[in-house]
């Protein structure tokens, strides 16, 4: 007995070695995983906090609605809504992802697919750059409606963002964001038509809903923000009506000209789609051209 029990102890005590030293490899393993994505998180937030403060940790859920699109969001591990040091702007999150976008008539067959899709998360405007926001980077203001200073700038040319020295962009450190960016902001996993879903209201957004005719237009831009039932699906505002949004054409961070998304406040339903899109000559611009800005969020490692 004596020598039987000893042995069973010995098979046990080798048996929990082997066990044991399974899991511990398995936690190594693991936790050099846990260690870069930790590492690659706290590079981010450094990278974060070097220009902006939290204003919220995460989505509103009166602003962001879809439990799915917060959970979305809160997988960057960043905050949702951050406010910018420098002029005061207020960006929320945009996590990396994509949609697939139909194409054509759907109801004859006649029809293509294309994938929209966007690989690194980034921190758009909340809403448009405002005109106390635009007046803290530049001297002249080239708003036409300049009865409030929370009205977006308007009456912007592409050159008054991207020409040398004097541009706002220079200025700033900020960068516009590509068409395929902003769309994606704007119609979000689902490929909404409107950024608040898939029928017009002239209540989410300033525009002229022309098959209502018993509508309430308002005729001018607005206050940023003042529309938050066109939220669209990550928290960003204004992204329909109001002022047209000059992005970078295509989806490239560099290219030379740029395109008009969005629609403007004089704009029928058409052109506030979130797919529509608008080019103009150089030196063009009229008192429905605004803009809002993007910060790119380091890649994780």
């Not at 070695?17 to 930790?38: K, L, M, N, P, Y």
């Not at 109801?107 to 448009?128: I, K, M, P």
């Not at 007046?135 to 929370?150: C, I, T």
């Not at 029928?199 to 309430?216: C, H, M, Q, V």
């Amino acid at each position: 007995m004596r020598n039987v029990l000893p042995g069973g102890a010995c098979v046990l005590l080798v048996a929990a070695i082997v066990q044991i030293g399974g899991c511990r490899a398995e936690f190594r393993t693991g936790s050099r995983a846990d260690s870069r994505s930790s590492r690659a998180t706290a590079e981010r937030m450094a990278w974060l906090e070097s220009w902006a403060d939290v204003v919220a940790a995460d989505p509103d859920p009166a602003v962001v609605p879809d439990a799915r699109a917060r959970t979305w969001i809160a997988g960057e591990k960043l905050p949702w809504l951050v406010r910018d040091r420098g002029l005061g702007i207020e960006m929320v999150l945009v996590p990396a992802g994509g949609f697939e976008e139909v194409d054509g008539d759907q109801s004859n067959g006649d029809r293509t697919t294309r994938r929209v899709e966007v690989e690194h998360a980034f921190y758009l405007g909340r809403c448009e750059v405002d005109q106390e926001e635009w007046a803290r980077a530049m001297v002249d203001n080239p708003s036409e409606f300049r009865d409030d200073p929370r009205m977006p700038v308007d009456s912007v040319a592409w050159e008054l963002l991207t020409d040398g020295d004097g541009g706002f962009l220079h200025a700033t450190g900020f960068e516009l964001p590509t068409e395929i960016e902003w769309e994606w902001a704007a119609r979000g996993p689902d490929g909404r038509t409107y950024p608040w879903g898939a029928i017009p209201d002239e209540r989410d957004a300033n525009f002229i809903d022309e098959e209502d005719k018993t509508g309430s237009y308002v005729l001018r831009t607005t206050q940023i923000g003042h529309y938050l039932g066109g939220a669209s699906w990550c928290g960003a505002l204004d992204l329909a009506g109001n002022v047209f949004e000059w992005c970078r054409a295509g989806s490239s961070a560099d290219a030379p000209i740029g395109a008009l998304r969005g629609g403007a406040w004089f704009s029928g339903s058409g052109e506030v789609r979130a797919a529509a899109r608008l080019t103009v000559p150089a030196g063009y611009a009229n008192d429905g051209f605004g803009f809002r800005v993007v910060r790119r969020i380091p890649a994780r490692a």
